[in-house]
């Protein structure tokens, strides 16, 4: 007779769902400002620097990464490292914001990185306590 305890937990292994946890859910939003904003507020100086900047907006993170952190990395840096590109995007989601969009955008917008600064605490003790 199966265990009704074993029955309710998750299948292990990778094919696991792994919760959202709200630093990570306010980070993925904050990128997503910076993304958006800025090559908004780039266009109209140059539609290639508008380019250059997503795609530095999003292939420093995705290239250079701390072990441990991510499930894969291309690049090992240390942590101080990635916590200096999170603080990259969360400037560039506010800078951005305020350059292209209304007030009534850009506030909301500087809220959520103020928000995501906040929670990315911990993770950030913890990637500068570490040595890599």
Excluded at 14 to 43: C, G, H, K, N, S
Excluded at 69 to 77: E, I, M, N, S, Y
């Amino acid at each position: 007779m199966a265990d009704p305890a074993r029955a309710a937990d998750p299948a292990p292994g990778p094919a696991a769902a792994r919760p959202v946890r709200v630093p990570d859910a306010l980070r993925f939003l904050t990128e997503l400002v910076a993304w958006v904003a800025v090559p908004w507020a780039l266009a109209g100086v140059s539609l290639w620097l508008s380019a250059a900047a997503l795609v530095l907006l999003i292939g420093l993170p995705t290239v250079f990464a701390t072990p441990g952190d991510k499930t894969q990395v291309v690049v090992a840096v240390p942590g101080a490292a990635t916590v200096g590109l999170v603080l990259l995007q969360l400037v560039a989601a506010v800078a951005g914001a305020w350059a292209a969009w209304p007030a009534w955008a850009a506030v909301p917008a500087t809220a959520l990185a103020a928000a995501c600064l906040v929670a990315e605490q911990p993770r950030w003790r913890r990637l500068t306590a570490a040595r890599a």
